[in-house]
Every structure is written in C-alpha cells, then in structure tokens.
C-alpha cells in the first residue's frame, strides 16, 4: 500500500535522502526510526507528493504519487508533525471541514470519526482550547475523515504525557487492523511498542529494515562474547577496525572475557587474530544482545 522506490531527494549539493525502497503492506504498522534531521519527514513529504523526488518514484495504493495524484491521495491519510488544525473553528466543524475538502463523505462518517479518535466529550470545543493529546486526536481524525488505506504518521507522540502515548498507540494498533500506516519516531521505545516492522534511517540512508524477530536476530548475530587466554584482548581485539564497543573483564587465572559489537561477521578474523598473538580460545557466541541497545547504535551513528 505505500511503497518507496529508490527514493532520493537532493537540496542543492546535500542529499537529504539517499536512495531508499520499502514496501508496506495493509495491516502493518513499519516505525520510520531516525534521529532529528534523518530524512524522515523529507521521506514522507515525497510519500505524500508534497515534494517531488530528485530521482526514484513513491507509491500510494499502487499509484505513482507525480504521475497519479488523485488517485494516491485519495488513498492516504496524513498526520504532519505538529498536528496543525483550525484553532478557531469546533472539533467538529473541523473535521466536517476537512470532509468537504475531501469531496463529501456520508454524515455518519463524521460520528463514527469522533468516536473511534474518542472525541465525542470535546466536539463542541474549540480546537484552540484543546489539550496536546486531544489535538493529536483531533488532526488524526481528520487525516481519516477519507477512509484512506495508508496512513502516515510524523511523530505523533511527540509532547504526549505517558498516558497519552499509551493510548494513542492502542488507537494506532486498532487503525492498522485494515491500513497500512508508516510512524515516524525519534524514540526507540515508542517504534518497539507499537510496530510491526521498522525502517531505521540515519544520515538519509536507511541502515536496517525488516520486522521485529528479523532485528532481534540481526543485533544478536552481531554482538558476540568470547574468552581467551594467554593474549591482551584489550590490544588485540581493540586493533581490529570492524570490533566495536570492547569490553574485557578478567575470569579466573589467565582468563578473559570479551564482549563487542562486530561490524561485519568477522568471527574467523577474530579466532585468527587471537591465535596469532599466541593465545588459547574457549568460548566464542552470540550475545544476548538487546534490540533496543543495537538500534541505539544505529541511531547514534555507531555500526552496532
């Protein structure tokens, strides 16, 4: 339902977005992970055909975004960062407001509208007056007042309270029962609690993509620990341009342990190295690496 294709975007000699492809299916919540300044929004701009790649093609509902702009924006519901609206007008004149720019949608659509975003008690209030959780609310259920099967969130939880948070992403849980919804988040925690799948970009590139059990496997299969006698871990391990993140304790007698984060698999080059310097090897594994810990390597720029 949204998918990019090679996408890239320049602003003169920068390159804000650099070649990236993703495909999101209906029923899949995919977390856009970056950090500030990462190519998220630009990305989703381009999505939205509010601005157009400098190479590469966006898709929405199987429609070329430049090509087919009707038919992809009717697809598509968008959520900015900053959850804009009319502060002057009623919740529910905005909302009837945003059907009209829509084309008209059937009266009942906007009740159910209020309900499922849990607007009901602040309909007749001003959009102004609202709370940053109600407005949140509020521009999401105009991004819907379409019935669109793609939805793009930017960072929707940003200035939420934790219990704002939590139920914003039971509503995004529920929304992506028959859609197929892209959420854009700079926190870690917030894309691990609700989505199915992630896209990690840093630096306009995308560094990791897949669903969550792929990860998990990923960042173990790169974390290892290993213990060795006989040679200094420490040097010869901290040599070693692809070893990340060196952490060597003592055991017991001439025994170490060493922990790290491998760039590439390059556990033969680790065994071969340690031999080399004259030492002995007992044990080389996985480690039981956290998610959470790996994707803060990649966002922090590190090659967890």
Not at 222 to 237: H, I, K, P, S, W
């Amino acid at each position: 339902m949204i998918r990019a294709s090679h996408m890239t975007r320049c602003f003169g000699t920068v390159k804000a977005v650099d070649d990236v492809s993703f495909e999101i299916e209906r029923g899949r919540v995919a977390g856009f992970l970056g950090p500030n300044g990462a190519g998220k929004t630009t990305s989703m701009r381009m999505l939205a055909g509010v601005l157009p790649p400098t190479s590469g093609r966006a898709f929405i509902g199987g429609h070329d975004v430049m090509e087919q702009p009707r038919a992809a924006h009717a697809s598509l519901g968008w959520l900015p960062e900053g959850a804009p609206a009319c502060d002057e007008l009623r919740v529910e004149e905005y909302v009837r407001y945003r059907g009209a720019l829509a084309g008209g949608v059937p009266r009942r659509r906007y009740a159910e509208l209020l309900a499922r975003c849990d607007l009901m008690d602040v309909r007749r209030r001003l959009v102004g007056q609202l709370s940053r959780g109600y407005r949140q609310r509020v521009a999401l259920a105009a991004a819907l007042v379409g019935d669109p099967a793609a939805l793009i969130l930017d960072e929707p939880s940003t200035g939420l309270d934790p219990v704002q948070q939590r139920a914003f992403r039971r509503l995004v849980r529920e929304l992506a029962e028959d859609r197929a919804i892209l959420f854009s988040t700079h926190q870690v925690g917030d894309a691990l609690a609700v989505c199915d799948d992630l896209l990690v970009i840093v630096g306009g590139s995308l560094k990791a993509a897949g669903d969550l059990a792929s990860l998990r496997g990923a960042a173990g299969r790169r974390r290892v620990v290993l213990e060795a006698a006989g040679v200094d871990l420490a040097a010869t391990l901290g040599a070693m341009s692809q070893v990340h993140d060196l952490e060597v304790q003592a055991t017991e007698g001439d025994w170490h342990r060493a922990v790290c984060t491998l760039k590439d698999d390059v556990r033969d080059d680790l065994v071969a190295a340690i031999m080399q310097a004259g030492g002995r090897l007992r044990l080389l594994r996985d480690a039981e690496g956290s998610l959470e810990q790996w994707l803060h390597g990649l966002l922090e720029g590190g090659s967890a």
